[in-house]
C-alpha cells in the first residue's frame, strides 16, 4: 500500500510521505521524518497521524506510539499556534533563563505544557538548543530569539499577536 | 557449526562456535545471573547483570550476547564483577519500591535473589522514587509500574512468541513504562487488546506483570504446586497448579509452569493459565441427587444413590438385557476411566452400547495407519520439523500450543511451514507458502498434490521429510485418502486434531459400540476374548441411543458429557429412560437424570491421559472437593452396588502379594516396606486399592495394542508416546463415524461445557469482546 485512498494529510504532504517510504531499506525507517512533518502541518500527533503513519508503514499504532512517545519534541496535544520553547539548560540558565521562564508564565499565565486560552500560544521548558553563545534563547515554533531579559517578553509576545492578526484567522491546526 | 573450546573460571569448556556464553555456561552448570536475556527471544542486552570479564577485552562484557570462540578465556566471578552486579542492582532498585513483603512475585523474584546475592542493600541516590499507579490493562494482566526493571521479556514473548505485539514501550530514560496496545484517555496505552495467555505476567522477572486470578491471594511458599495437565484443549499442556487448604476441601489459586518440564515448556494458553476456576464454581455439585416421588432432583447420600442406581442398572440388565442399557463416555476423563467404562459397559452390563462425543475420526485414524508404526508425531517433535503441511483448522484459536510449536520452530529453525485451508488464519504469517481450499473441499487434497500443478503441491513433493497435521475436515475415507498418499512417500507422518483433553483416549480405550480398546474390532476381540460376557454383536452409536426411533433406552449411563444439548437429540427418547449422570455440574443431561453422582474433575483425580498427537501423560491430583468423587471410584462403587465381584473389574491386589501395610513387629518389621521398595523399582507395585487407577493402566498396558508405555518416564512426570493401532489390520469401523462428528470449534476462552463455569475465561472473553467492538466502532 503506497497511496493512501483518503489521506488526512495534504495533498502535497501525501506526495512527500509515498516518495518516503520507498526510500529506506526498510519501510519503518521513514517512521521519525514522518512523524515531525505530520505534527508541523497538523500541529500535534493526533490518534488519526497516528492510525495513518501506522497504515503507511506496516507497524502497529502501538509501534508509533512507542516511538513517538521517545521524543519529548513530539506531542499528542494540541500546541498553541506560537509553541514558545525556553531552553534552561546550563548556559541559557546561568544566564536568567529561568526569569525569562517565569516573566512568559506570568504574561501568559498558563503554566508549562499549557496554552492559551485563543489558542495562539503555548510555553514549555526545553533542553539546549544550540545557541549558548547568544544565552539566554528561546524558540518560538522555528524562530530563534536570542540574549534575552524578562523585559523583552512583552514586545516578543505583542510582535507574534500583530503576525496573528496580520495573517487572519487561518487557523493552524 | 564446529565445536570449540575455551575456558570459564579455569575451566575448559567445549561448545559450537557461535553459541552464546551464558548458554554455553549454563550447560556446564555455570550460572550467570541474567534479568532481559531469555532463551528464545531476541536479544536485549538492557539489563547488564550479565557481565564478565573476557581476557584481552578492556571492558566487562555481557555473557548474554558474547559468542564462544576457540582459546577465549572468560572470568565470571571476581570482586570486579561481584561490584558491577551490585551497582547495576543499586540502580534497578534506585526507583523500585519497597513492597516485597505485600508483592506476588516476593519468594520467587530474580531481583530479589539478586539483590540477596549481590548486596545493595544500601541505595546512595536521595531522589525520591517515582511512585505510579497500578494499572489493570485486562481481567487477566495488571501491571505495577514502580516494579518493572524494564527487561522486556514480556514485550518479546508477546510479539515474537505469541505473535501478538500487544506490549511496547513508552517514554523515555526513567519515564519509561510497559504499555498495551489499546490507548486510554492521555494516549498512554492503559487496555490490552490480546490472546490473554498470561505468558507476559509468568515470564516477568519482577512482580510487575502480575494475574487478576491470583494477585495478592497468597504466597509461593503457602501453596502445594503439583504438575498435572490442562483439563481443556486437546493439546495436553503440563501445567502446575498451586493449591492452597481452603474449608471445603482445597483450593486451587493459581496455574502456571513452575517448573517447565513439560513439552510445552513454558507456554499455556489462556485456559490452561486461567481456567481452572471452574472447580470452585458455586454450582459445583457436591453431593449425588436423586429424584423423589415429586420427580423433583433432590440431595441423597452416596450410600442411598449408589443403592438405587445399581439396583436399577441390575434390574434393566437381567429383565430386558444389557442391549437396551446405553453408556456415554467422556472426553475429559482418564484412559483409565475410559477404559474402566467401557469395560464395566461390556462385562458388568453386558452392553455394546457405548460411545463419546467423537469431535474428529481418531477410528479412521487408526485404521488408516494399522500396520504402519511409526507414522505419527508426537506434540514434542514440532518444533524441529524441518517441513510442515498444516490442513485446515485454526489452531491458534483451537490448539494453543501446536500454534506455539509452529511459530517457534518457523521463528527459531526457519521451518517450512505450508498451509492449505479454505478460510484465512492466522498462522499464514508463518507460513512459507498458503494454498486455499474450496470448503468442502478437502478429500480432494491428496490427488491436488500428486498433480503437482501449482508451487504449492511442487514445494510440499520436493520436501524430503513432512509432517502432515490435519482435523476433523477429513472424515472416513479422506482420512484414509491423505494418510494413502503419505505412506506411499518416505519421509510423511502426521497428526489429527481433534478436541478436549483427552478424547484421543476416549477412542483409543474404546468407547465405540464397535470396537474395543485399541480399535480392535468387537467381532474379533482378540486380547479381549478375555472378558467375560462381551456382547458379540456391535452396539448403538450415540444418536442411536437416543433417537426416539429406537423405542428408548431401558437405562443409560452418561459419565462427563452433555449429549442433549446436541441438535439431533429429542427429549422424548428419554421419557422411559433410567437415566444416571457422573458430572461436576447440573448440565442440561444431568438435570433430567434420575440419578446424578457429584464427579471429580481432571485436576482432582489422577490417571493418563492421551493428547490428540498420541502423547501419554500422567494427570495428578492437585485438589479436593468435598463430596466429589473421581469417574473411576463412582464406577467401581456402583459395580459393587451391583453385587459384582469388584476384582474382576479392577485387578487390584492380585496374585500372591500380601502386604502387611506396614503392621508387622519384631525380626519382620519392615519387611513389606522393604518389598514394596522392591515391587515398586521393578515397575510392580502393589495395587491394594480397588481405586487404584494405576492398576487398570496395567491392565491397559497389557491388553491395548499401541500402549506399551516407556514407565519409567511416564513416571518422572514425562509424556510418553502411544501408537494407534500399530499391528492391527485394517478392519476398524466405529459405524458412520463421518457423520457422528460434532467438532467444538472452542476458541481462545471456551471450552464446551465445561467453559461455561470458568469465570475467569468469560470474563476475559467478555473484555475481548468489548475491546473488538470498540475497534470496530472507531
Ligand atoms: S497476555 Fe499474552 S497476548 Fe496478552 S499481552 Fe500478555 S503475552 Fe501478549
Ligand atoms: S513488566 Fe516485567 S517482563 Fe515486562 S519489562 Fe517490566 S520487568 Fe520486564
Ligand atoms: S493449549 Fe490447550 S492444553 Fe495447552 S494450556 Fe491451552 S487449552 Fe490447555
Ligand atoms: S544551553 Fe540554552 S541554547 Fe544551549
Ligand atoms: S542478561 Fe545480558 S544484558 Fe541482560
Known amino acids: 500500500?503506497?497511496?493512501?485512498?483518503?489521506?488526512?494529510?495534504?495533498?502535497?504532504?501525501?506526495?512527500?510521505?509515498?516518495?518516503l517510504v520507498t526510500k529506506y531499506p526498510v519501510k519503518r525507517s521513514a517512521l521519525v521524518p514522518m512523524l515531525l512533518y505530520a505534527q508541523d502541518e497538523i500541529g500535534y500527533l493526533s490518534d488519526a497521524v497516528i492510525t495513518e503513519i501506522a497504515h503507511r508503514l506496516g507497524l502497529t499504532e502501538l509501534d508509533v506510539r512507542n516511538v513517538a512517545s521517545y521524543y519529548s519534541m513530539l506531542r499528542f496535544k494540541p500546541a498553541g499556534r506560537y509553541n514558545i520553547q525556553v531552553c534552561t539548560n546550563i548556559c541559557c540558565m546561568l544566564r536568567g533563563a529561568y526569569d525569562l521562564y517565569e516573566r512568559f508564565r506570568e504574561e501568559l499565565n498558563i503554566g508549562p505544557h499549557g496554552a492559551t486560552a485563543d489558542g495562539l500560544f503555548s510555553l514549555e521548558e526545553v533542553e539546549c538548543i544550540g545557541a549558548c553563545s547568544w544565552a539566554p534563547a528561546i524558540q518560538v515554533n522555528y524562530d530563534f530569539h536570542d540574549e534575552l531579559t524578562p523585559d523583552l517578553v512583552p514586545g516578543i509576545l505583542a510582535d507574534y499577536r500583530g503576525r496573528a492578526q496580520a495573517e487572519g484567522s487561518k487557523n493552524h491546526a | 557449526m564446529p565445536d570449540v573450546t575455551f575456558t570459564v573460571d579455569g575451566k575448559k569448556l567445549t561448545a559450537p562456535a557461535g553459541t552464546l556464553l551464558i548458554e554455553a555456561c549454563r550447560k556446564a552448570g555455570i550460572e550467570i545471573p541474567s534479568f532481559c536475556y531469555y532463551p528464545g527471544l531476541s536479544l536485549q542486552a538492557a539489563c547488564r547483570m550479565c557481565l564478565v570479564r573476557q581476557e584481552k577485552v578492556p571492558k566487562l562484557q555481557t555473557a548474554c550476547t558474547t559468542t564462544v570462540a576457540e582459546g577465549q578465556i572468560f572470568t565470571t566471578e571476581s570482586p570486579e564483577i561481584t561490584q558491577a552486579r551490585k551497582a547495576m542492582t543499586?540502580?534497578?532498585?534506585?526507583?523500585?519500591p519497597l513492597d516485597c513483603p505485600v508483592c506476588d512475585a516476593g519468594g520467587e523474584c530474580e531481583l530479589q535473589d539478586m539483590t540477596f546475592k549481590y548486596g545493595a542493600g544500601e541505595s546512595l541516590y536521595a531522589e525520591t522514587k517515582q511512585h505510579r499507579n497500578e494499572q489493570q490493562w485486562s481481567p487477566a494482566v495488571f501491571y505495577d509500574r514502580p516494579r518493572c526493571i524494564l527487561c522486556y521479556r514480556c514485550v518479546r514473548v508477546?510479539?515474537?512468541?505469541?505473535?501478538?505485539?500487544a506490549l511496547g514501550v513508552e517514554n523515555r530514560g526513567v519515564h519509561s513504562v510497559i504499555v498495551p496496545n489499546v490507548p486510554g484517555e492521555n494516549g498512554g496505552g492503559d487496555q490490552l487488546d490480546c490472546e490473554e495467555c498470561g505468558m507476559c505476567i509468568d515470564i516477568c522477572p519482577v512482580g510487575a506483570l502480575t494475574s487478576g486470578s491470583y494477585r495478592y491471594k497468597t504466597r509461593p511458599w503457602e501453596m502445594n504446586h503439583v504438575s498435572t495437565v490442562c483439563t481443556h484443549c486437546a493439546d495436553g499442556c503440563k501445567v502446575t497448579l498451586g493449591v492452597r487448604q481452603s474449608n471445603n476441601g482445597s483450593e486451587i489459586v493459581r496455574g502456571d509452569n513452575r517448573d517447565k518440564s513439560g513439552m510445552n515448556g513454558d507456554f499455556l494458553c489462556a485456559k490452561g493459565r486461567f481456567g481452572f476456576d471452574f472447580v470452585n464454581h458455586p454450582e459445583r455439585l457436591t453431593t449425588p441427587l436423586l429424584r423423589n416421588a415429586a420427580g423433583e432432583l433432590e440431595p441423597a447420600t452416596w450410600e442411598d444413590a449408589l443403592r438405587v442406581a445399581g439396583a436399577r442398572l441390575k434390574e434393566v440388565r437381567d429383565s430386558r438385557g444389557g442391549?437396551?442399557?446405553?453408556?456415554?463416555?467422556?472426553?475429559r476423563t482418564t484412559n483409565e476411566e475410559n477404559y474402566l467404562l467401557q469395560k464395566f459397559a461390556r462385562t458388568v452390563l453386558a452392553t455394546n452400547n457405548i460411545d463419546h462425543e467423537r469431535t474428529t475420526d481418531y477410528a479412521a485414524f487408526a485404521c488408516a495407519l494399522a500396520g504402519h508404526p511409526g507414522k505419527t508425531a508426537g506434540l514434542r517433535e514440532i518444533p524441529s520439523a524441518p517441513a510442515i503441511l498444516l490442513v485446515g483448522g485454526n489452531p491458534t484459536d483451537e490448539h494453543p500450543f501446536l500454534a506455539w510449536q509452529l511459530r517457534t520452530n518457523v521463528r527459531l529453525n526457519k521451518a517450512r511451514l505450508y498451509i492449505a485451508n479454505s478460510r484465512p488464519?492466522?498462522?499464514?504469517?508463518?507460513?512459507k507458502l498458503t494454498q486455499e481450499l474450496p470448503p468442502g473441499g478437502y478429500w480432494r487434497l491428496a490427488a491436488f498434490l500428486d498433480a503437482g500443478q501449482s508451487d504449492f503441491s511442487k514445494a510440499i513433493l520436493a520436501e524430503e521429510s513432512l509432517i502432515v497435521i490435519f482435523g476433523e475436515e477429513f472424515r472416513g475415507p479422506a482420512v484414509e485418502s491423505l494418510i494413502a498418499w503419505g505412506l506411499k512417500r518416505a519421509n510423511v507422518r502426521f497428526a489429527y486434531l481433534g478436541d478436549h483433553a483427552n478424547s484421543h483416549g476416549a477412542a483409543d480405550m474404546g468407547l465405540f459400540p464397535d470396537l474395543l480398546p485399541g480399535y480392535v474390532p468387537v467381532t474379533a476381540p482378540g486380547p479381549f476374548?478375555?472378558?467375560?460376557?462381551?456382547?458379540?454383536?456391535?452396539?448403538k452409536t450415540l444418536p442411536q441411543m437416543l433417537d426416539v426411533a429406537n423405542g428408548g433406552l431401558g437405562a443409560l449411563l452418561v459419565v462427563g458429557a452433555n449429549p442433549v444439548t446436541r441438535r439431533e437429540v429429542d427429549l422424548a427418547a428419554l421419557q422411559n429412560t433410567f437415566l444416571i449422570v457422573q458430572d461436576l455440574f447440573l448440565t442440561e443431561t444431568a438435570a433430567l437424570a434420575?440419578?446424578?453422582?457429584?464427579?471429580?474433575s481432571l485436576y482432582e483425580k489422577s490417571g493418563t491421559v492421551t493428547n490428540t498427537f498420541g502423547?501419554?501423560?500422567?494427570?495428578?491430583?492437585?485438589?479436593?472437593?468435598?463430596g466429589a468423587k473421581p469417574d473411576f471410584e463412582i464406577l467401581v462403587r456402583l459395580a459393587g452396588a451391583m453385587g459384582e465381584e469388584v476384582k474382576k473389574l479392577v485387578p487390584f491386589g492380585r496374585g500372591a502379594m500380601t502386604a502387611d501395610l506396614g503392621q508387622s513387629r519384631g525380626a519382620q518389621a519392615g519387611e513389606a516396606d522393604r518389598h514394596a521398595v522392591w515391587l515398586e523399582a521393578n515397575g510392580l507395585e502393589p495395587r491394594l486399592s480397588p481405586f487404584d487407577p494405576f492398576a487398570v493402566l496395567d491392565e491397559i498396558e497389557r491388553l491395548v495394542p499401541g500402549y506399551k508405555l516407556d514407565r519409567m518416564n511416564l513416571m518422572t512426570g514425562n509424556d510418553v508416546r502411544t501408537e494407534v493401532a500399530p499391528t492391527q489390520p485394517a478392519t476398524a469401523s466405529a459405524i458412520g463415524g463421518e457423520d457422528l462428528i460434532v467438532p467444538a470449534h472452542d476458541t481462545l476462552f471456551t471450552s464446551s461445557t465445561l467453559g461455561r463455569y470458568c469465570s475467569g475465561l468469560n470474563e476475559i472473553e467478555a473484555h475481548q469482546t468489548r475491546e473488538h467492538a470498540e475497534a470496530a466502532a472507531d
Not at chain 2, 529 to 539: M, R, S, V
Not at chain 2, 615 to 626: E, G, I, P
Open chain 1, 1 to 19: 500500500m503506497s497511496t493512501e485512498t483518503i489521506s488526512i494529510f495534504s495533498p502535497e504532504l501525501a506526495t512527500r510521505f509515498d516518495a
Open chain 2, 615 to 626: 502423547d501419554l501423560q500422567m494427570v495428578r491430583k492437585a485438589s479436593d472437593r468435598a
Open chain 2, 594 to 600: 434420575h440419578v446424578v453422582f457429584p464427579a471429580a
Open chain 2, 90 to 96: 543499586e540502580l534497578l532498585l534506585g526507583n523500585h
Open chain 2, 529 to 539: 476374548a478375555e472378558y467375560p460376557n462381551l456382547p458379540a454383536a456391535p452396539g
Open chain 2, 323 to 331: 442391549a437396551t442399557i446405553g453408556v456415554i463416555g467422556s472426553n
Open chain 2, 158 to 165: 508477546c510479539g515474537e512468541g505469541m505473535d501478538v505485539w
Open chain 2, 425 to 431: 488464519i492466522k498462522l499464514e504469517r508463518q507460513a
